[in-house]
């Protein structure tokens, strides 16, 4: 699986947009990258993914440089509510019994903490 | 529009006893994943699951650990003769069974396993 890097901590005020960077300089051409953020206590919530073209949708927007070996999610609009750990991912494709299918290795990714 | 649906959400038991965790995945997906994230650390990938079939378990423990899908009911991960070490959030996650296995996971809430 392609590892990927993320800053420990990050701090946004709340109502600023949050850009989360991620480093993934040996990920393949066919692997996706994956946002997820973990509320505590709660299961990981999926944000968005993409493969190489900017995405965007009701909760974030995902840019991914023309190399691939980078990305930054952005949260427009930060609220108290985004505070969370967020992961990046990048999922390496599998084959077996048949089908195609990811598992997902997460790192320890970045606290975000938003103020007020 | 129900999530992915865990239960119990905590469960206790002692040293030597069995523990069952269900998991029901999202309505019309019929691939599930089984995560456990340890105190202070990530979420570690156990086992993948199609319906009546184990696809991949590379990462569940050999020994006292086993999961199902059957055709008919929630997808079941057994925990035989518990041991302290067992102690951790266990995570259900799904998704669509479709041609693209860029199909994002969706996860439920968790159950917190604690051993007296």
Known sequence: DAKTTQPPSMDCAEGRAANLPCNHSTISGNEYVYWYRQIHSQGPQYIIHGLKNNETNEMASLIITED?????????????????????????????????????????????TVHP | NAGVMQNPR???????????????????????????????????????????NIIDESGMPKERFSAEFPKEGPSILRIQQVV????????????????????????GDGTRLSIL
Not at chain 1, 78 to 99: E, F, K, M, P, S
Not at chain 2, 22 to 47: A, D, I, N, T
Not at chain 2, 89 to 96: D, I, R, T
């Open chain 2, 10 to 52: 905590h469960l206790v038991r002692r040293r030597g006893q069995e523990a069952r965790l269900r998991c029901s995945p999202m309505k019309g997906h019929s691939h599930v994943y089984w995560y456990r994230q340890l105190p202070e650390e990530g979420l570690k990938f156990m086992v993948y699951l199609q319906k009546e």
């Open chain 2, 84 to 107: 302290r070490g067992d102690s951790a959030a266990y995570f259900c996650a799904s998704s669509y069974f479709g041609r693209d296995s860029n199909q994002p996971q969706h996860f």
């Open chain 1, 68 to 112: 691939r070996k980078s990305s930054t999610l952005i949260l427009p609009h930060a609220t108290l509510r985004d505070t969370a750990v967020y992961y990046c991912i990048v999922r390496a494709i599998l084959n077996a019994g048949g089908t195609s299918y990811g598992k997902l290795t997460f790192g320890q990714g970045t606290i975000l």
